[in-house]
């Protein structure tokens, strides 16, 4: 069975302290901008940043790159204008895994036979996976999972289904 998930690269970088942002509640909560994949959530005393590359090119191109801080800086003025001007320090890049409707794909196969899948969470796996880790369970004993999760199949995107437009990572 062929999964419509392909690695899209994000990058992160830590900000300087937030001393002068008094008026943001503490902590900062996780905070993501669909439309635009701006993420952001309080990290020591600055922030953690990210954000995918704007072209959302396919690969395991885990190279950090400063070309995607102008769209950044974009970003945050929309979204987040508070945090203009803020410090910026190191960052990385690494792959995340996107599905065409940025939404995971859990669910059991019809062919190969017994085989289960659980990918495409495009960065939120690991906040998902103790519930995923159940429903995988009970996929795999023939269980009902406590959640319905028909609408993650990987069927979703065929037959020319419908597919809500990803937003970046």
Do not use: I, K
């Not at 929309?78 to 939404?103: E, Q």
């Not at 036979?113 to 009970?138: C, I, K």
């Not at 289904?161 to 970046?168: C, F, G, H, I, T």
């Amino acid at each position: 069975m062929a999964l419509p998930v392909a690695p899209v690269r994000g990058h992160m970088l830590c900000t300087g302290p937030l001393r002068r942002l008094g008026e943001l509640p503490r902590p900062v909560p996780f905070t993501v901008d669909r439309s635009t994949s701006l993420s952001f959530h309080q990290e020591g005393r600055g922030l953690l940043l990210g954000m995918s590359e704007p072209a959302r090119e396919t690969g395991f191109d885990t190279r950090y790159s400063p070309a995607w801080l102008p769209a950044l800086a974009t970003a945050l003025a929309r979204r987040a204008p508070t945090l203009r001007g803020l410090g910026l320090g190191g960052g990385w890049a690494g792959p995340y895994d996107m599905s065409p409707d940025g939404r995971a794909l859990v669910g059991r196969a019809t062919a190969p036979v017994n085989f289960l899948y659980a990918t495409g969470f495009s960065g939120h796996g690991v906040l998902q996976a103790p519930a995923v880790g159940e429903v995988v369970r009970d996929l795999f004993l023939g269980r009902a999972p406590a959640v319905d999760v028909g609408p993650l199949h990987a069927d979703r995107f065929a037959c020319g289904a419908a597919v809500r437009s990803a937003s970046r990572v």
